[in-house]
């Protein structure tokens, strides 16, 4: 029933005037008296010699591509859940084999050391 | 026609209800949560302000109002200013599935207590809650600081990886339940034969403590704001109330989080003198009783939030990592493994 998510997007168009709100009356209120140390950076104290690098360790790269992978085959079971009662003992099987597929990737990833932090 | 007027005055009102609950909640939880802590370490925390302390968020959110706001020189201010409210308005969204009591019989038609009842709520649920990463990792990026960069990218990643073991230990509870609706899900609790799933799934109710913990990083999780080494990680260019957006989305979150805990794992609304079935009865008192009921159990989850936080140390990165990538996530498996044999078999 497409009526039942009519309460979702009402939320939604509320949930998202009130954070606006929130983020303009930021703007709004207060005193705003900026001088050039104020608006530095922070930096432990220091004076900041360089904007950072917007580089970093490709360890988050391979944790997001992995999330993505193993997130998508978390989300193929949600079907499947809801239906094994009428699949019964078959449908337990043929999950089990596909589990046993991504244990291969999954023992795979764990010798090669991208879970090692 | 008149029965679209019916739902969009009905949930219009039930939103402005579940904003309202969740910023109450919101102010009253960081007060409780500085007094239960305060009485951990032996001394008051906020008392002074009003009796017992009960005006002490009303200042706070006055001062975090009135006091400057600064963007440092080189954040994109666009995306500066916009991660924020997403990160609340994914906060609110969040609970919009969550049944807080049984239906009510009001102005001729049973009306469900939770704002949306659809029927996969818990895929809804998991999908609002990942976006909240959004809002950490675009606030932490656009702030061009480096603890902020650094703490953005750690909570993307501790968040994602959580979310798996978190996905499949909800799993668990679906098969059991054979549905993805909240509602059926206490029903399913109560049917005969059954109990409270805390107890058929005790590895289950284990994996969404800890992925809860991790996914609004909390302690001993919080590494996102580990304020001896990364200040106050994403937030750390944030001040006022745009600070305080974050605060309230992670406050909103815990509150979704012991939400769920207490539909999926404790019952639900139902409790003494609340009984299963509802619709026997058109007095609403009863109704009200599963309500408090409600409320006891996620306010019960609550404290246990701040108690682990009074409790324990802050765990290591490079430990969180592997415990939620070598530990959680085939204990997750397993555990539905053993469920869905169970259930296949019965």
């Known amino acids: 029933m497409l009526t039942d998510y009519v309460p979702i997007l009402i939320l939604s168009l509320l949930a998202g005037g009130f954070a606006a709100t929130n983020v303009i009356a930021t703007l709004i209120t207060g005193p705003y008296r900026p001088t050039r140390e104020k608006l530095s950076p922070y930096e432990s104290g220091m004076t900041e010699i360089q904007p950072p690098k917007q580089r970093f360790p490709v360890k988050f790269y391979v944790i997001a591509m992995l999330f993505l992978l193993f997130d998508i085959e978390g989300v193929s079971f949600y079907p499947w859940a809801i239906i094994l009662k009428a699949l019964r003992f078959p449908g337990f099987i043929e999950m089990l084999i596909f589990l046993a597929f991504l244990a291969v990737g999954y023992i795979f990833i764990w010798k090669k050391g991208a879970l090692d932090w | ?346």
């Open chain 2, 1 to 346: 026609m008149s029965a679209w007027i019916d739902i969009i005055v009905e949930s219009v009102i039930k939103s402005i209800v579940v904003i309202l609950f969740l910023l109450a909640g919101f102010g009253y939880i960081t007060l409780w949560e500085r007094q239960i802590l305060g009485r951990l370490q032996t001394r008051y925390g906020p008392i002074r302000v009003g009796p017992l302390g009960l005006f002490q968020p009303l200042a706070d959110g006055l001062k975090l109002l009135l006091k400057e706001q600064i963007s440092p020189r080189n954040v994109k201010l666009g995306i500066y200013l916009s991660a924020p409210a997403l990160s609340l308005f994914v906060a609110l969204m969040a609970f919009a599935i969550i049944p807080v009591g049984p239906p009510i019989y009001l102005f001729g038609k049973w009306r469900d207590l939770a704002l949306a009842n659809v029927n996969i709520g818990l895929l809804y649920l998991l999908a609002i809650l990942s976006l909240g990463v959004y809002g950490i990792v675009l606030g932490a990026w656009s702030s061009a600081n480096r603890y902020s960069l650094l703490g953005g990218l750690r909570s993307g990643a501790q968040m994602i990886s959580y979310e798996l073991a978190l996905g499949l230990a909800l799993l668990a509870v679906v098969l059991l339940a054979g549905t993805l609706s909240p509602m059926g899900i206490v029903e399913a609790q109560h049917r005969p034969g059954m109990t409270w799933f805390v107890f058929l799934q005790p590895i289950g109710f284990f994996l969404l403590v800890v992925g809860g913990f991790a996914e609004t990083n909390r302690a001993p999780f919080d590494l996102v704001e580990a304020e001896q080494e990364l200040i106050g990680g994403y937030f750390t260019e944030y001040g006022g109330m745009r600070w305080g957006l974050f605060m309230m989305a992670e406050y909103m979150n815990m509150m979704t989080v012991s939400a769920l805990v207490a539909t999926l794992f404790l019952g639900g609304w139902v409790g003494i003198g609340t009984g299963i079935i509802w619709n026997v009865t058109t007095a609403p008192w009863r109704q009200l009783i599963g309500v408090a009921w409600f409320l006891l159990k996620m306010g019960l989850f609550i404290f246990f939030y701040i108690w682990v936080r009074a409790t324990l140390p802050r765990i290591r990165y490079d430990q969180l990592m592997e415990f939620g990538w070598k530990i959680l996530l085939p204990l997750a498996v397993v555990n539905l493994l053993l469920t869905a044999l169970f259930v296949s078999l019965s």
